[in-house]
């Protein structure tokens, strides 16, 4: 089955990109979640479009991200969440949030893809997570959770 990828999957190629799936994978996983879209003539068109939109919000090579990881660094974001009075949240926090938190403290647009929580953050103060931002540099973003 061919596929145009609209989001970046591992392994399998950037959005934008012509791929050759099985017919069960691309039915059962990348279509309903809207990771991919079938090929057909008409559809070629959609990715230029696609491709223009990636380039915007790409990082643009390594001396790029080597910018862009050196203003996430300098950045300490407070990310307000519900707790217990022992500190304790009620949940944890996500990628989806930290990417959310650090667009709104002045930080660049993040996919919450890119962001890499090692342990999950469930209490409120410092923590350090990861926001990969080129296959060779990974930003290290200290996040403040206080409590809502």
């Known amino acids: 089955m061919r596929l145009i990828l ?40 959609q990715i230029d479009g696609i491709k223009r939109s990636r380039a915007a919000r790409e990082i643009r090579g390594l001396d790029h991200a080597e910018e862009v990881r050196g203003q996430l660094e300098d950045l300490t974001i407070d990310l307000p969440a519900r707790a217990g009075d022992t500190g304790k ?30 342990k999950p953050i469930k209490t409120v103060g410092l923590h350090t997570v990861g926001v990969r931002l080129h296959d060779a540099v990974t930003a290290h973003v200290r996040i403040v959770v206080v409590q809502a």
Do not use: C, H, M
């Open 89 to 118: 949240l009620f949940g944890a926090v996500t990628a989806g949030d930290v990417a959310a938190a650090i667009k709104k403290a002045g930080g660049p647009a993040i996919e919450k893809r890119a962001v890499q929580i090692g």
């Open 6 to 45: 609209t989001a970046s999957i591992d392994n399998l190629g950037a959005p934008g990109d012509v791929v050759e799936v099985k017919d069960g994978y691309g039915r059962n996983f990348l279509i309903p979640r809207g990771f991919a879209i079938r090929w057909t003539r008409g559809g070629e068109k």
